[in-house]
């Protein structure tokens, strides 16, 4: 979505603002991309651990399923958008091996550092490599990678349609786009359930285990102002990828996309 034409919830679009959600609140467009990198600032030092903790370790399941999914084989280039701490980085870089290459991606300096800093402790070296890029101008050349992922990334991106549009641009024809993302619970006990806890729970574990509530309360109200699964699903086809499909994880409440630039 352009920075002037704000996607609401249901999908569709007011034409002309100059605002985007940051969480519940409306910000100026050019404020959010700053906002977001306090948050993750804020959050890099125990992200892992809190991404355990609010899972209860399923975040392990659900990206063990994107690699799959990806079917990465050796030689493979690949890129992992919003990388982080490096998880999916870390597997890519096995299957990849000597002949191919990952690069770990993320915008905030703090999360590459962390994921740098991981990855090397746990041997990884020659074929990865290292960039802070803003996902809605990537800095690669047209047609270079055989799959891109993005996991749990794309809600924080200020101007999603353009980073999607940019992905489709650096896959080579014939590669995967691969987006793992929160998404709509499809049963309404389930989503009073995860509602009750994601704000009343997961800002109080984020004080407890990282001092921080507030950046925790924003990932929690991004996560509802992020698109549903057929939303995504027809934003992945305006930026060009075809046969777009989705599988529902954990009753929706994660969301793994899958397209193919032809």
Not at 125 to 132: D, H, S
Not at 188 to 199: G, T, V, W
Not at 209 to 221: C, P
Request: proline share 4%.
């Amino acid at each position: 979505m352009s920075p002037t034409e704000k996607r609401t919830t249901d999908g569709s679009q007011t034409i002309g603002s100059q605002t985007t959600d940051f969480g519940f609140q409306e910000v100026p467009v050019n404020e959010k991309a700053s906002r977001v990198a306090d948050v993750f600032h804020s959050v890099a030092a125990r992200y892992d651990v809190m991404n355990d903790l609010m899972s209860m370790g399923i975040h392990r399941i659900w990206k063990r399923m994107t690699i799959e999914r990806a079917g990465v084989r050796p030689g493979h280039h690949v890129l992992d958008i919003a990388g982080g701490t490096g998880d999916l980085t870390l597997k890519f870089s096995r299957l990849v091996g000597p002949r191919g290459k990952v690069v770990l991606a993320d915008i905030n300096a703090s999360m590459l550092k962390v994921g740098r800093d991981k990855l090397m402790d746990n041997g990884v070296g020659g074929n990865v490599e290292y960039v802070q890029a803003n996902a809605e101008s990537l800095p690669f050349p047209d047609n270079s990678f055989d799959c891109i992922t993005i996991a749990f990334g794309l809600r924080n991106v200020t101007d999603k349609d353009a980073a999607l549009r940019s992905m489709a641009r650096v896959l080579k024809p014939g590669g995967r786009l691969l987006v793992l993302e929160f998404s709509k619970p499809n049963n309404p006990l389930l989503s009073k359930a995860y509602d009750e806890y994601s704000f009343r729970l997961l800002p109080k574990m984020g004080e407890l285990v990282a001092g921080d509530s507030e950046s925790y309360r924003y990932l929690a109200e991004s996560i509802r102002m992020h698109p549903d699964q057929e939303t995504l699903k027809a934003m992945m086809e305006d930026a060009g990828l075809e046969r777009v499909e989705y599988t529902n994880l954990t009753g929706g409440i994660v969301a793994l996309h899958r397209g193919i630039k032809l």
